[in-house]
């Protein structure tokens, strides 16, 4: 178990186990056991967002494509791709191939390759805007804008690797950030697809890019392995060590940090330390907290909100609903999880008509209950810095913060989507014949009143733009601090 197996699994993120902890199935298919595309149909139809998306019948057509495309490329590869694609069509930004849980025999086959571009970037409309090197000397300054990759215009690229990623509805700017080459993430997921999908030549990486001065220059990179990429990667916090950053910046305005909600792999005392800082903030000008690399992990929204208001508030309410009263035995071999208990999630749950049942209020699901002030009060300006990569805990931290106006939010729209998300309890899929898994989210959250298929907007949204990447400006930041300074 890793640090993103435990984000994905849950929009709350309120589990905390230690490694080892898993329920195991069996990996291998006992005899007269299922195939594996029937292990997919029977999965998925325990999927609460399914038909979110989705009609009954054109997902049938979905999965009857996917029978096919399966039975004529078995290559693993192939079928890595066709599973991804398949999972990407749920519209579920929980719901994928997950590469952190893959086995070591499908890491080593499918994702140890030297294939990776040798400099990180990020998408601004479908122009790739390099952001640094990675793993090798490019040349390539900050802010220059890639116009040919291997052949290929990056826009062409972007649009065939978007069929892969995992979103929900239609939030695109959640796709597009997933395939990014940040530089922050054991496996990022640009490199997996881009590797099966673009692969560069035996040379290398053919690359001709415009610089921040309007010049363009061509190159040949070379390619880049797994294990540099890997060796790139700062070490993790000690697991008693703080995961976020606190600074008092030359104007007396705090930053918080906060790339990660992931707090269950160690015995730190995260409550404890937003609280003493919280306290500390009486000569301060004003807050900002930036989540903008945050996808989630445990709930710590509830907490932040906490100390944002002065009365209690009551968030959007949305219905935790699940598609089984129990699992079927025929699939329990093929389904690892961390608690037993998800075999029969729906036992008690109220029958909601549809296929659905409701599940009785959790303790777990604090983002959906009423919100009570906690001492120390935030008495000062708060800044949220946020974007597409909030689509877990986060996303829903920034929907609870543009309801109740406890803070002003700054930058990109979110992931996640306002119609609801999937979560908070996980089958881990393990298909015998392939060796693949997938990630299976077993509630689903409905809001009671309709809501469209959309982000939540920051109150004041900023895009960065190549410009400011050449010349090192955070102009989310500094949109917060002049609002901030006022």
Known sequence: MNRRTF????????????????????????????????????????HPGLYRYNTPRGFAAKLDDFARNWAARPDRASRFLALSRLTAEVRCGHTQCNPFNQSDTVVAELFDRPTRVPFRFVWIGEEMVVTGDSGATTGIECGSVVERLNGQRPAAIQHSLLRYARADGSNDAKRRVQMEMRGDEQFETFDIFQGLLFPPGPEGHRVTWRDPAGRRHSAVLPAISYATRKALLPPEPAGDQPLWDWRIDQAGIAILTMPSWVTYHGKWNWQGWLKDRFASLGGAKGLVIDLRRNEGGTDCGTLILQHLISRTVYPMPYATRVRFREAPAQLLPYLDTWDRSFRTLGRNGRDAGGGFFDLPSDDDETEFAAIKPLPPQIQVPVAVLMGPVNSSATFSFVRRVRETGAARLFGGPSGGNLRGINGGAMFFVRLPESGLEFDLPLKGFFPRLAQPDAAVQPHVRIIPSAADIAALRDPELAAARSWILG
């Open 7 to 46: 984000l994905h699994a849950g929009s709350t993120g309120t589990f905390a186990l230690a490694a080892g902890t898993l329920w195991p199935g069996t990996a291998r298919a006992a005899s007269g056991g299922l195939d594996d595309v029937e292990i997919v149909r029977r999965a998925l139809d325990l």
